[in-house]
Every structure is written in C-alpha cells, then in structure tokens.
C-alpha cells in the first residue's frame, strides 16, 4: 500500500517569495492534516481537512498560509509571503477518520522548507 | 490546556542499554489518547502505540514497552536491550475528546543515540 506522499522534499527561497506543497494521501484516507515542524520541537498541527472541507485552522497564520483541498484527495499548502520563522519541516498526515480513535495516523516524509 | 512534557532533551546509551524515554500530559478530560511516535532522520514519523485513558494496562511489544499510570499522568516508553536501529527522535502525542479532531499535541521529542 502506499503511503502519504509529499513534495518537493527539499526547497529554499528567500524571505518574501512564496512557495507552494503538495499532499497526496493514502487511498481511501478521508482526514487530511499538515503539520508544521520547527527544528528541536514537536509537530504543531496547522490545518485539519474532512474530506474537503476545513475542521481545524485555528493555528493556521491566515495572514500568510492557505490550504486547499479540491476534490478532497490531494491537498496543497502555501506560503506567501514567506518569513524566516517559517523555516520547518512541512508535514502531511492522513488518516480514515478524523477521531483517533478509530485508526492511526500516517505521515509522509515532509518537506524541508530553508527561508534565507 | 493540554500539554506534553518530554523532560529528557537527549539521552545517549551504548548498545545493549535499557533505557526509557520519558512523558508526562496535562490535560482535563476523562478521555484522552496517548501515543508514541518514532522519528529516523529520513523524517517520517512512525506510529508506535496509542493507548486511551481508560485503559491502564502496560504494554510490551518486542523490546518495547510502555508503562501507563494516570496517578502521575506519565506514559513512559523502555527500550530493552537498545540497538543501533533505535537511534531517532522520539515523540509522546496526546489527543482529548474534547478537541472533537482528533488532534495531536506533542512533546518536543527525545533524541536517543544507540552507541554500538
């Protein structure tokens, strides 16, 4: 079975630009989450999908995050514009419902984001 | 307020070691999740156990085990006989029922060097 798919691994911009990650998660997956992991810390949830609609953004900065998730399958998270601070690892997780109680979660490898 | 607390930063042992990596959650609902996540420097996170509050039981699985007491609100994970292969970075999650996601809030997480 595959598993949570993510890209690109690697990206670095400067301070101001914007760039966007791509999600896919495992079939059949209907809850969709990115984290954000600053390096030296625990993953922090920023966005939680239920198919395609929105459950939990409440740590998402909106001034400068946004996520979508057409069709509700795969999902892109973007950052414009970028600050240094937003210097983490970007990570997606799916799971089949959005309790855990009913099952694990299954995270991708991440994408490394570097903001000179 | 919930909260995980991963007191140990790094802890560093020679093959063959017992060693247990420690946690301690707040939170105020009577029914929560607790889980341990593994973290190799590719950088995805591998599920380890998840256990609910109403479940006290200990836990062994392998060379891995976990000792759950709500008494100390600890959820504490050894290593029997460690190996190099368990060099990674640790993490102690929580999820409540009253945050209705499923949402994970982790610790900082423990990096454990295995010493051949």
């Known amino acids: 079975e595959a598993g949570v798919a993510q890209s690109p691994r690697y990206k670095i911009i400067e301070k101001r630009q914007s760039v966007a990650f791509w999600c896919n998660p495992i079939?059949?997956?209907?809850?969709l989450y990115w984290y954000q992991q600053i390096l030296g810390q625990g993953p922090k949830l920023l966005i939680q999908?239920?198919?395609?609609?929105?459950?939990?953004d409440s740590q998402l900065p909106k001034d400068r995050f946004s996520a979508e998730r057409l069709k509700g399958v795969d999902s892109t998270l973007k950052i414009q514009p970028a600050k240094l601070e937003d210097s983490a690892v970007y990570l997606c997780?799916?799971?089949?419902?959005?309790?855990?109680?009913?099952?694990?979660?299954?995270f991708g490898e991440g994408s490394r984001l570097t903001v000179l | 307020a919930q909260k995980v607390t991963q007191a140990q930063t790094e802890i560093s042992v020679v093959e063959k070691e017992d060693v247990t990596l420690d946690c301690v959650y707040e939170?105020?609902?009577?029914?929560?999740?607790l889980f341990w996540y593994k973290q190799p420097p590719s950088g995805e996170l591998v599920f380890l156990i998840r256990?609910?509050?109403?479940?006290?039981q200990n836990e062994i699985s392998g060379r891995y085990s976990w000792n759950f007491q709500k008494s100390t609100s600890s959820f504490n994970f050894t290593i029997t006989a460690s190996q190099v292969v368990d060099s990674a970075v640790y993490f102690c999650?929580?999820?409540?029922?009253?945050?209705?996601?499923?949402?994970?809030?982790f610790g900082q997480g423990t990096t454990l060097q295995v010493k051949p």
């Open positions: 997780a799916s799971s089949l419902g959005p309790y855990l109680n009913t099952g694990e979660l299954f």
């Open positions: 999650a929580l999820s409540a029922s009253s945050s209705n996601t499923g949402k994970l809030i």
């Open positions: 999908f239920q198919n395609n609609g929105v459950v939990d």
């Open positions: 079939s059949g997956h209907a809850t």
């Open positions: 256990r609910n509050s109403f479940d006290e």
């Open positions: 939170t105020r609902d009577t029914t929560y999740y």
